[in-house]
């Protein structure tokens, strides 16, 4: 290839290279994550369904909640609340979830507390990805054993999301859900 050739697709491709990361970075900086959950803030009619008998190697046994879900935002943004007040023949599930942003991270870590029993859970981390979808992941005790938990948002509309969290007593090798909840909002 003649040098004036070779120059020519040299700079071709040193400037699509420059586009191609300039976009990159900009990207980078509207998805920086700390909006995430802005699409959330509101009052939220919730649809829950817990399996009652996680992980314990018996025939699933599901409960189902109705009520609200609802979502202010804190610190300007870089954090929520979450209010969940649910009943069903159950009983009730009320507690808060504290979401807080790690701009370094660019992750969240979801925090649960239940008004059940007072406690505060382990928290899960993770992020957003550009479809809108999230995924969670931490350890947290279950009957006395660590387990893996993954909780992941779906956006399905403008006005309706889903929550699923999942259990593993095997490292992550196979996953049992026991959350489902699908919020439409108010």
């Keep these: 290839m003649p040098i004036g050739k070779l120059r020519w697709h ?4 040193l400037t699509a290279s420059i ?11 509207e998805l920086d994550g700390q ?3 802005d699409w959330e803030i509101g009052t939220w009619t919730t649809h829950v369904r817990v399996l009652q008998n996680p992980l314990s190697g018996q025939p699933p ?4 909640y109705d009520g609200t879900s609802v979502v202010k935002p804190l610190m300007g943004g870089r ?13 009730a599930i009320e507690g808060g979830a504290l979401r807080l942003y790690n701009p ?5 870590s979801l925090n649960y507390a239940s008004l059940g029993n007072g406690l505060l859970t382990a928290p899960v981390f993770g992020s957003f990805n550009e479809a809108g979808k999230a995924v969670f992941i931490g350890q947290d005790q279950l009957a006395g054993r660590t ?6 948002i779906t956006r399905l509309s403008a006005e309706t999301a889903q929550f699923e969290q999942s259990y593993s007593a095997d490292g992550g090798s196979r996953w049992e859900t026991n959350w489902i909840a699908v919020d439409t909002r108010k």
């Design 19 to 29: 586009m191609v990361a300039s976009s990159v970075v900009a990207r980078s900086a």
């Design 147 to 152: 387990i893996l938990v993954r909780f992941v």
């Design 104 to 108: 370094k991270a660019k992750q969240w």
């Design 10 to 13: 040299s700079l071709v491709w």
């Design 79 to 91: 954090a929520n609340f979450v209010e969940l007040s649910v009943r069903g023949s159950a009983g």
């Design 61 to 64: 046994v599901w409960a189902t």
């Design 35 to 37: 909006r995430d959950f």
